[in-house]
């Protein structure tokens, strides 16, 4: 990146640091299903003038003088916003998934209603309803649903609860279900209690956009997703109003935009805004239906390589991109694997599975994706390969057993890690996964 140049001249220790994860993101094969590799020209916007900018409110409608072209630039986002998912309504100036559901929350219920959301356990997020320690899970009275021992939701289950609990929010979405939802279904449970239907896509957002996902904008009434995930922008994210939530409620519009400024934030991050715009622009053209249609084919093939050699996935395998193996068979836990896989420079994260009986600190599972590795154009064959290393990998650390004694485990952790990183068999995958990794591109923009 040519910015770099600039920021050693004046700060030659961050420079490095940069440098140091420039290389790093080069040389591993990062597999976390919620991040992704943006374009150049997304970074490039980012690292923009427009970051120098102040302009609470709205295009037309500013706090701060100067801001002809930055109304521009947020129309322009919002316009290729709405386009894309087909919706009449887009607030792009959220700065994250979490306080864009929060707003919500804040623009259509009171505190103390009722939401019903997907169990953190079970794939939720925190802001879903998770209880004691988020703000959902305090300030709203939260009833949540879990996914069925296999991984797989029971919507007769979820609709029983629906029916009993009476919600006046419902909001679904996922961080770790690695199957499509039944957005028809969600609609008539919604209205079986006249809830109001939230879709939370942040995962999701760049597989609808490119026909690889089912769209919930048919069916619900507000959508949120995150840009930074499968639709390849910078971080942030985008409330959406559909025509069905507009009819319920006309002013449901105006109420989240209000939610969003004054109620919760400030200034939009303007730099933010314009690497929005960039990101939508580039996921509307057929490259990127290609690209998200690609991810999927990647995940599949990785979940049957991966099933083939004997390990076990949620569900059996994945309609999206994201993959979550139980390791209950092998008897190790996933902060054992994700490390051992980060010592052959494959990055995953730990996670539980349903149901798991093991403590969140030290779940059964690891969870990953194909976004990162498709973007830097890794096709089937990769996945096979890349497979083939991830069973390598557990065989080679299924002896490991989490002690029985809780005060022992975290010293068990950190000195298993030590003998991970110089295990010789876990050196030589990961010298072959350095050689394999850099011939692929990082940072890829579409025509
Ligand atoms: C389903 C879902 N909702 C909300 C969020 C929150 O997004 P952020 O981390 O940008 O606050 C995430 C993030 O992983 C998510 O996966």
Redesign the pocket.
Known sequence: MNNLKFIKKTDPQIAELINLENKRQKEVLEMIP?ENYTSDAVLGALGSTLTNKYSEGYPGHRYYQGNKYIDEIETLAIERCKKLFNVPHANVQPY???PA?TAVYFALLNPGDKIMGLKLSGGG?L?HGHPNVTFSGKYFTSVQFNVEPDGWLDMEKVALLAKKEKPKMLVV???AYPRFFDWKKWRQIADSVGALLLA?I??VAGLVVGGAYPSPVPYVDIVMF?THKTIRGP?G?VLMVTDRGLKRDPDMGKKIDRAVFPGLSGGPHDNVTAAMAVCFKEAGTAAFKKYAKQIVKNAKTLSETLIKNGLKLTTDGTDSHLIVIDLRPQQVIGNIVAEALEAVNIVVNYNTVPHDQNPPMYPSGVRLGTPIVTTRGMKEKEMKQIGKWIVDVIKEVAHYRLPAEKEERAKFVKKVKVELWKNKKLGEIRKEIKKFAVKFPIFVGFE
Do not use: F, K, M
């Open positions: 919620s994250s998934g979490s559901n997020h802001t979405g996922t961080t939370d942040a995962h995150t971080r994210a």
